[in-house]
């Protein structure tokens, strides 16, 4: 393998947030480097795995008995996985995963530990640690630690006041870091247009095309993606929220819009089957289900999984496949983010009119303060609350197009350019 080019990698994740995090900070990196290689193709599966579909969980320290065995785990990856890459990687990037209660900052550092100890031992020369999307924590195995300002307390912010040293080594940032572009979604867009120009014979599809094709002629339109629960009861997101979200939703159709939903890993099955119910006798209202669907009982205990009254409806249905972002292609339309999700950021960074659900989701401020930090951040500067926007478009006729936020600045690049700048900033230190 060459060792001349800024190649980054990581380990894959299962987990779909992360996973975009670091999808978005790998190409932004590598799009410079002498290889361009694509950022999915350095993504590296743990062994056993050979999509990312197979994973369950994270490959991290805290599902091991001893640091060891965990560094064994890792070294056998790298000795696996490395050398399919055309290059050395001087840049290892890993994702702050706020699931992972009480021990994220522990699973990223001995990751990164581990990284750095086998490139040690392999005279691979230097390499460049990174954690993204952090609370700020005094790593000491990472070189660069993304501190988003909703992540960042008043005792955080006195830390790097104090501390000179942690103050070098991190990033801040309003807003996260991720894949999304534009230009992503006008492809997607395309994709789905030469879909629905086909007239399927399962009356599933046939029916859920010809909606779609009646969401794409609306003048005005929004699309509401939605998050989810979490692994414990610090995030509530059930079917009563659901159902006034739903009533938003009919309150616009009576104002000429046409809506689509789309759900996520963490939303729970039985808003799943609600939603989708609903629309179903709703002309004007798409559910699309975007969850991966149980194929066998020991998925169907698996809460990211779908597992319902419609999983075979929800089959047929997958030949549409992830309308989201598709749909967020055809003009004059608001993206609908809900509160408990960082997937405002990606909106609202490519220029698309963007508003974010919270009334209705308990969020524990003790435990998840961050979802709220970034409700306050975002609105309304960069996006609206979508109360405020549903008692907008039906008493005084605003639509999508008249709304003018605040553009997030494109975080991708600024993360790159930090990262090059550190790197060459540490190697005429290391001169010097």
């Known amino acids: ?97 706020l699931t992972e209660s009480g021990a994220a900052d522990k699973n990223a550092d001995m990751l990164c530990r ?49 501390n000179k040293k942690l103050r070098q080594k991190t990033l801040i940032t309003v807003g996260t870091v991720h894949k999304f572009t534009m230009a992503g979604v006008l492809a997607r867009k395309a994709e789905l247009d030469e879909k629905l120009k086909k007239t399927p014979r399962e009356p599933v599809l046939k029916q859920q095309i010809a909606k779609l094709r009646n969401f794409t002629r609306k003048s005005k339109k929004v699309v509401v993606c939605l998050g989810g629960r979490v692994e414990g009861s610090e995030i509530v997101f059930n079917v009563n929220y659901a159902k006034s979200l739903f009533e938003k939703c009919v309150a616009l159709v009576r104002h000429g819009y046409g809506v689509a939903i789309v759900n996520g890993p963490r ?11 609903a629309a179903l006798s709703a002309p004007d ?25 419609h999983e075979d409806e929800f ?3 997958k030949k549409l496949g992830n309308i989201y972002p598709a749909v967020l292609g055809y003009g004059n339309t608001l993206a609908v983010h809900t509160s408990d999700t960082y997937s405002c950021c990606e909106t609202v960074s490519a220029g698309i009119p963007t508003a974010i659900s919270s009334e209705g989701i308990f969020i524990d401020k003790s435990v998840r303060a961050d979802c709220l930090n970034m409700l306050q951040l975002m609105t309304p500067k960069y996006a609206l609350r979508f109360e405020d926007f549903v008692s907008l478009a039906c008493y005084m006729g605003i639509e ?33």
């Not at 579909?53 to 994270?58: G, L, T």
């Not at 660069?144 to 307390?153: F, M, R, S, Y």
Request: charged letters at 25%; proline letters at 5%; glycine letters at 4%.
């Open 1 to 97: 393998m060459k060792k001349d080019t800024l190649l980054a990698f990581a380990v894959d994740t299962p987990y779909m947030g992360c996973r975009n995090q670091l999808l978005g900070a790998l190409d932004a990196i590598n799009k410079n480097s002498k290889t361009a290689l694509p950022a999915e193709k350095c993504l590296l599966l743990p062994s056993g795995a050979e999509t990312v579909d197979d994973m369950r969980e994270s490959l991290c320290y805290a599902h091991f008995g001893s640091y060891r065995s965990f560094q064994n785990e890792i070294f056998a990856l790298l000795d696996a996985r490395l050398p399919q890459l055309p290059a050395v990687p001087r840049v290892f990037i890993t994702a702050y995963n």
């Open 114 to 162: 581990a990284v750095k100890e086998y490139y040690r031992r392999h005279n691979l020369g230097k390499i460049f640690t990174v954690v993204l999307i952090s609370r700020l924590h005094n790593y000491k195995y990472v070189d660069l630690v993304n501190v988003p300002k909703h992540l960042l307390t008043f005792y955080s912010r006195i830390r790097l006041l104090q």
């Open 267 to 277: 939303t729970p099955n039985d808003v799943t089957d609600y939603l989708y119910e």
């Open 285 to 309: 209202i798409i559910f699309q289900n975007c969850k991966n669907i149980a194929g066998s009982d020991a998925e169907r205990k698996v809460w990211r999984i779908y597992s319902g009254r």
């Open 315 to 317: 089959a047929k249905l």
């Open 400 to 432: 999508p197009q008249h709304l003018h936020p605040a553009v997030l600045s494109d975080l991708p690049r600024v993360f790159a350019e930090a990262v090059r700048h550190r790197i060459t900033e540490t190697g005429r230190r290391q001169i010097k």
